[in-house]
């Protein structure tokens, strides 16, 4: 053991893009999308579409994330969704559904779209119906799940658990 620890290392490079794109249904909390944001910058996912009113990252709380995360703002999600689909990406969606499958035994397609809902309602039952598969992360106590970010950031950490090197 040296006697000087290393507070910071820098990021690790990653042998190539990460196909992941992270698209929310419209928020209700600017501070939820910017927590998203910055977990986003930590594991190198760009771009975040961020779809129904415009929003805006916190400053104080994604600053570290905004030079890398492009955030892009746009109207209507199911739109959005679609267009992805023709590009190849997987529409995976991160919600509790009586077919969403445990994200603790899912294997995420390398050209994702994760789905995010809104804080209360979920993702809109239309954009449901467009999405490929729907994950959810296992809850024990109450409430019945995890906010947005948080939950964002779970399924962020384990998509790259899988795809380590982009």
């Avoid at 267009?83 to 390398?110: C, K, M």
């Avoid at 939950?151 to 998509?159: G, N, V």
Wanted: aromatic share 6%; proline share 8%; charged share 20%.
């Amino acid at each position: 053991m040296t006697s000087e620890q290393v507070r910071h290392r820098p990021p690790r490079a990653l042998a190539q893009p990460r196909e992941l794109v992270i698209v929310c249904a419209p928020l209700r909390s600017n501070v939820n999308l910017s927590r998203i944001a910055r977990a986003a910058g930590c594991c190198a996912v760009s771009p975040i579409i961020a779809t129904g009113r415009p929003m805006k990252l916190d400053p104080e709380i994604a600053r570290d994330a905004s030079s890398s995360v492009e955030l892009v703002c746009r109207r209507s999600l199911t739109p959005v969704l679609k267009d992805l689909r023709q590009q190849g990406y997987q529409l995976v969606g991160l919600e509790q559904t009586t077919d969403s499958q445990d994200l603790h035994h899912y294997a995420f397609p390398r050209r994702t779209a994760l789905v995010i809902g809104n804080e209360r309602s979920g993702i809109p039952d239309e954009a449901l119906a467009v999405l490929d598969e729907t994950i959810e992360i296992p809850v024990w106590g109450l409430p019945y799940s995890y906010n947005a970010a948080t939950a964002t950031c779970m399924a962020l950490y384990e998509y790259c658990r899988q795809w380590p090197d982009g």
